[in-house]
Nanobody
Framework: QVHLVESGGGLVQAGGSLRLSCAAS????????VGWFRQAPGKERGFVAA????????LYGDSVKGRFTISRDSAKNTVYLQMNSLKPEDTAVYYC????????????????????WGQGTQVTVSS
């Protein structure tokens, strides 16, 4: 089990940018695929982006393609989510999740694919 801590959320105007970080407690974070999900009040938790343990494969939800970028720094045991051109509909609590994977390029777009979750960070985009 790995402990995950998200940071970087906050209040930003529409069109602005934020960078979220997901820091892991384990030095073997490079063995884990990582996903970002978000949940707005009254809505289900939805997929945002995922990255394989190698960092070589990424996947994005349709609503964030071309605006968000997921990346990882294995030396810092951290995964990032760069969010540009933010819209009010991006307002949500953002969660990172991790799963130790066997294959280098595996990742998951469903919450049920992940074993470990962070506590979430609030992102609010004002119009």
């Amino acid at each position: 089990q790995v402990h995950l801590v998200e940071s970087g959320g906050g209040l930003v105007q529409a069109g602005g940018s934020l960078r979220l970080s997901c820091a892991a407690s384990t030095r073997t974070f490079s063995l884990y695929a990582v996903g970002w999900f978000r949940q707005a009040p009254g809505k289900e938790r939805g997929f945002v982006a995922a990255i394989s343990k190698s960092g070589g494969s990424t996947l994005y939800g349709d609503s964030v393609k071309g605006r968000f970028t997921i990346s990882r720094d294995s030396a810092k045991n951290t995964v990032y989510l760069q969010m540009n051109s933010l819209k009010p509909e991006d307002t949500a609590v953002y969660y990172c999740a991790a799963k130790e994977t066997y294959y280098s390029e595996s990742y998951y777009s469903s919450p049920i694919g992940y074993d470990d979750w962070g506590q979430g960070t609030q992102v609010t985009v004002s119009s």
